[in-house]
């Protein structure tokens, strides 16, 4: 089956660093993505990466794949907050190029 | 600025009304899509188009249709509107059917 799972709520206080987790069931996937969605606003592409890739790094960001368990993760270094959102972890199926959401993991940031 | 205009921003409908909401963008993108967006069930596709004149359905199509007569617009259209499609619709863009999306800043829309 195709599913996209992520924690629902993350809190980190200011400073430190953020590591959003998901985990995903369909291993036809090609391309695997992090949006960002303030409140009010549309989901924001922040960084992708090929199925392919185990690893990229953005400034801030670094997003790590491993295939073997599924896993795809998003590290945050020294969270602002202007980090805080909703942070959706999705994957396109290679087989019918159908992208699938995560639900979303809200961070918040403590002072 | 490129990018994907959605109109209106928010609305209020009658249920049993006719309401189109408008998606325009203006990045050549080939693909087009709307979603809508429920607590609890995030992200839900309504319909798709990979390209000008042709489009399919999504996980929830029922009471919605959409029309793709040229590149750059994606309007979805409510013909009966029924309290239950009260949410926040998205819509998005890619080059390719298989490529990043990128999404508009949403229609909220409630029917009483």
């Known amino acids: 089956g195709e599913d996209v799972e992520q924690s629902l709520f993350l809190s980190v206080r200011e400073g430190d660093s953020s590591v959003i987790n998901c985990t995903y069931t369909?291993?036809?996937?090609?391309?695997l993505y992090w949006y960002k969605q303030e409140p009010g606003a549309g989901l924001q592409l922040l960084t992708y990466?090929?199925?392919?890739?185990d690893m990229k790094q953005d400034q801030r960001l670094t997003v790590l794949l491993n295939k073997k368990d599924k896993h795809l993760s998003l590290r945050i270094a020294d969270t602002q907050t202007g980090d805080s959102a909703i942070y959706f972890c999705a994957e396109t199926l290679n087989r019918d190029d159908k992208i699938i959401f995560g639900k979303g993991t809200r961070l918040h940031i403590l002072p | 600025i490129a990018g994907i205009t959605q109109a209106p921003t928010s609305q209020i409908l009658a249920a049993g009304r006719r309401m189109t909401l408008r998606c325009t963008q203006d990045?050549?993108?080939?693909?087009m899509y709307w979603y809508r967006q429920d607590l609890g069930l995030g992200l839900r596709l309504i319909h798709y188009?990979?390209?000008?004149?042709?489009?399919g359905k999504g996980e929830v199509p029922d009471g919605y249709s959409v029309s793709r007569a040229n590149t750059d617009d994606f309007p979805l259209t409510l013909a009966s509107a029924v309290p239950s499609q009260t949410s926040v619709y998205f819509c998005?863009?890619?080059?390719?059917?298989?490529?990043?999306?990128?999404f508009g800043d949403g229609t909220r829309l409630s029917i009483l």
């Open positions: 369909d291993s036809s996937s090609t391309y």
């Open positions: 990466i090929f199925s392919n890739m």
């Open positions: 990045m050549r993108h080939n693909a």
């Open positions: 188009s990979n390209t000008a004149g042709t489009t």
């Open positions: 998005a863009s890619s080059q390719g059917s298989n490529q990043p999306q990128h």
